[in-house]
T-cell receptor, first 113, second 111 residues
Framework: EPEVTQTPSHQVTQMGQEVILRCVPI?????FYWYRQILGQKVEFLVS????????KSEIFDDQFSVERPDGSNFTLKIRSTKLEDSAMYFC???????????FGQGTRLTVV | QKEVEQNSGPLSVPEGAIASLNCTYS??????FFWYRQYSGKSPELIMF????GDKEDGRFTAQLNKASQYVSLLIRDSQPSDSATYLC???????????FGTGTKLQVIP
């Protein structure tokens, strides 16, 4: 069964460092998303991406965040200068068509120290 | 006003019983509704989606949607201990691609 894969599963970084979280969406999907979940809190939307551009973003997704689809398979989330409060699980998701269900990857646990 | 509201629980049901999970949402223009299951430390796993008023059944799961009341529910029949998890209600507001999640209801199925 096709699935969304994310790497790494756990990333520890020092405050102020740049991190790149990687995702391989389901191969025939067209819509890609990043969500995050701070420990004990709800899943929060960060950004959606379609046709090689950001289609929607939340207030969390400020200038420190960026997304890219560098090739035909990968979808990345970059945090330029990490802060302690960026520590969370980051989930990548993809969907095949607009307004349909999204399938989540297993997540990357980001710990900023 | 919270966009998607769920009772945090825990909801405890005995094995074999029906578990009923409820969710209300604030955006009357919402089009798509999802139930995800999340085990501790894991990612959300899609259980059901529903787009039209009424009931939708898939195996032991039934999703119910009432747009007039802005209410969506999930029924789990013949609950099993392996169903013990947090169930996340998620709603796609009208005109958006993002999905807004509730805080989740923790379900405990007692053997």
């Amino acid at each position: 069964e096709p699935e969304v894969t994310q790497t790494p599963s756990h990333q520890v970084t020092q405050m102020g460092q740049e991190v790149i979280l990687r995702c391989v969406p389901i191969s025939n999907h067209l819509y890609f998303y990043w969500y995050r979940q701070i420990l004990g809190q709800k899943v929060e939307f960060l950004v959606s991406f379609y046709n090689n551009e950001i289609s929607e973003k939340s207030e969390i997704f400020d200038d420190q965040f960026s997304v890219e689809r560098p090739d035909g398979s990968n979808f990345t989330l970059k945090i330029r200068s990490t802060k302690l409060e960026d520590s969370a699980m980051y989930f990548c998701a993809s969907s095949g068509r607009m307004n349909t269900e999204a399938f989540f990857g297993q997540g990357t646990r980001l710990t900023v120290v | 006003q919270k966009e998607v509201e769920q009772n945090s629980g825990p909801l405890s049901v005995p094995e074999g019983a029906i578990a009923s999970l409820n969710c209300t949402y604030s955006d009357r223009g919402s089009q798509s509704f999802f139930w995800y299951r999340q085990y501790s430390g894991k990612s959300p796993e899609l259980i059901m989606f529903i787009y039209s008023n009424g009931d939708k059944e898939d195996g032991r799961f039934t999703a119910q949607l009432n747009k007039a009341s802005q209410y969506v529910s999930l029924l789990i029949r013949d609950s099993q201990p392996s169903d013990s998890a947090t169930y996340l209600c998620a709603v796609r507001p009208g005109g958006y691609q993002k999905v807004t999640f509730g805080t989740g209801t923790k379900l405990q199925v007692i053997p």
